[in-house]
């Protein structure tokens, strides 16, 4: 293995472990049985959602996921 391997290994773990802190991080959402009943938040805070930290955990989980996926790939198939 070349050392490129290594480093893109140790870059793999980091995703990894990155992704697994944030999604710790982030509330659960308890519109579960609300939705059944109707009840919708119509706030200020509900309307604003993706410009609060929740919001910004969630783009930045999308993103990690997306290059944990690609990383996945390319190790397995021996490119990088």
């Known amino acids: 293995m070349s050392a490129l391997n290594y ?3 140790v870059i793999f773990i980091l995703i990894c472990v ?3 802190v ?3 991080a ?3 959402k308890n519109q579960g049985l609300g ?3 109707g009840t ?3 706030t200020y805070w509900a309307r604003n959602k993706g410009r609060s930290r929740e919001g910004v ?3 930045v989980t999308v993103a990690l996921s997306v290059l944990f996926i690609v990383f996945a ?3 397995n198939m021996g490119i990088i």
């Open 7 to 9: 480093v893109f290994g």
């Open 57 to 59: 955990l969630k783009k």
């Open 35 to 37: 939705a059944i009943q």
């Open 26 to 28: 982030q509330e659960g």
């Open 73 to 75: 790939i390319f190790l």
């Open 18 to 20: 990155a992704l697994v």
């Open 40 to 42: 919708v938040e119509n």
């Open 22 to 24: 944030l999604v710790l």
